[in-house]
């Protein structure tokens, strides 16, 4: 018996097991996306929003991204 739920199982269908570090490294390939939920300030929101959207055009999920994506490469 499975402990996966059937949609956590038809989002896996198909899907080979990988180790994280195999995940991680496919930097070549379209990589799938997760949904990650944030509670911030409704201030940081703001100012977040008026940066990302008025100030550079970009998304804020662009802006996130990035943000994260320094913070990983410095703790590397």
């Given at each position: 018996?499975?402990?996966?739920?059937?949609?956590?199982?038809?989002?896996?269908?198909?899907?080979?097991?990988?180790?994280?570090?195999?995940?991680?490294?496919?930097?070549?390939?379209?990589?799938?996306?997760?949904?990650?939920?944030?509670?911030?300030?409704?201030?940081?929101?703001?100012r977040?929003?008026?940066?990302?959207?008025?100030?550079?055009?970009?998304?804020?999920?662009?802006?996130?991204?990035?943000?994260?994506?320094?913070?990983?490469?410095?703790?590397?």
């Amino acid at each position: 018996m499975s402990d996966l739920s059937p949609d956590d199982a038809s989002r896996n269908r198909g899907r080979t097991d990988k180790s994280l570090e195999d995940e991680v490294r496919s930097d070549d390939v379209e990589e799938a996306t997760v949904r990650y939920t944030l509670d911030l300030a409704k201030s940081l929101h703001k100012r977040l929003k008026r940066q990302a959207l008025m100030e550079e055009e970009r998304s804020m999920k662009a802006v996130t991204t990035e943000a994260i994506e320094d913070y990983l490469r410095k703790h590397e």
